[in-house]
């Protein structure tokens, strides 16, 4: 006598469904081997020269000699990043698009209700990139003199001075905002569609002031097109010790700084992951990309992508207290 035993659903589904799981372990393991088999698209949702693009392009190079394969530099410049930021979320999840975000994206839910992507549900977190302050930046011919000096000028003349921005509701926004609020000033805020055409319009003196990332004024301070009046939070920075920071000159509750992220769109294998996070953390242990984040007062972040993924969050809470108490609106 012959028995047999029967599980639900016929043999032949059974067998599938064990090919298939093979080949999905296959596909995985491969991917995460041949990663990056092809050039890779890294999206920077400012146009070229701004803060995100100063570290996204040294990161590209490093990348490309370390993994052997291209990381293309994709500027899609926009309503304070978030249209890059669109894009990214739309594209194929498979390792071959990545989104270099900033401080800028944790600000964008309280300041445009209507997103057409969400930052914690349309991606997965890789690394913080880099961490720097914020520094107040001014146009030596249009204001004079030292940090002091510049306060009375503008106490004593409401509305008469401006300041750029990347756009409204980027960092550079409610950091003159909160500046604002802290010295009790009145500033015009001029926004751009990134900080790289703010810097080059107060660079020609068409704007008199910035509050930008250290990252991307760096270079201009040093070659005397801008001068740094101030740097944000608690101490001075390596990098520029002469520039003395909030806390010294009064103002203690000044501290705003500009970071950069990397993420990847929502469903890019874990494997795939894995090796992202791998190559860029080897890229940022060069010694070439070292000295680049020191000449730019920068740290890399340091973070496993679940802590980056916690200080995300964290970051859309601080920033949604600051914009209601400042009232910031979009202009």
């Not at 997103?115 to 930046?137: C, G, I, R, W």
């Not at 300041?163 to 015009?188: M, P, R, V």
């Amino acid at each position: 006598m012959t028995f047999s035993l029967e599980f639900p659903g016929s043999r032949r589904d059974v067998l599938r469904a064990a090919a298939a799981s093979v080949a999905a372990y296959s596909f995985g393991s491969q991917a995460q081997s041949a990663w990056p088999a092809k050039p890779v698209t890294l999206i920077v949702p400012f146009p070229a020269g701004g803060g995100t693009d100063a570290f996204a392009r040294p990161l590209s190079a490093q990348f490309a000699k370390m993994s052997g394969k291209p990381l293309i530099i994709d500027n899609r410049g926009g309503a304070g990043g978030t249209l890059g930021a669109s894009i990214a979320a739309k594209a194929a999840p498979d390792g071959y698009t990545l989104f270099m975000g900033a401080v800028h994206h944790a600000i964008a839910p309280s300041m445009y209700p209507k997103l057409d992507y969400d930052l914690e549900k349309d991606f997965v977190p890789l690394a913080l990139m880099a961490n720097v302050p914020q520094v107040l930046v001014v146009n030596p011919k249009n204001i004079s003199g030292d940090f002091k000096a510049f306060l009375a000028q503008v106490v004593s003349k409401p509305g008469r001075y401006n300041y750029g921005s990347a756009g409204a509701g980027t960092s550079h926004h409610l950091a003159g905002e909160l500046f604002k609020q802290q010295t009790k000033t009145f500033i015009t805020h001029i926004p751009y569609r990134g900080a790289g055409p703010a810097l080059q319009d107060l660079i020609s003196g068409n704007v008199d002031m910035m509050f930008d990332g250290l990252g991307s004024s760096a270079n201009h301070i040093k070659g005397g097109r801008i001068k740094a009046l101030m740097v944000s939070g608690l101490k001075r920075n390596p990098a520029f010790p002469d520039v003395p920071c909030a806390a010294e000159l009064g103002l203690p509750d000044y501290t705003v700084t500009t970071w950069y992220g990397m993420w990847a769109p929502k469903g890019t294998p874990a494997e795939v992951q894995a090796r992202i996070v791998e190559e860029l953390r080897k890229a940022a242990a060069s010694e070439e990309l070292k000295t680049v984040w020191a000449s730019n007062g920068a740290e890399f972040g340091n973070l496993t992508p679940a802590q980056f993924g916690a200080f995300v969050r964290a970051e859309i809470r601080r920033w949604a207290a600051v914009v209601k108490a400042s009232g910031a609106r979009l202009e």
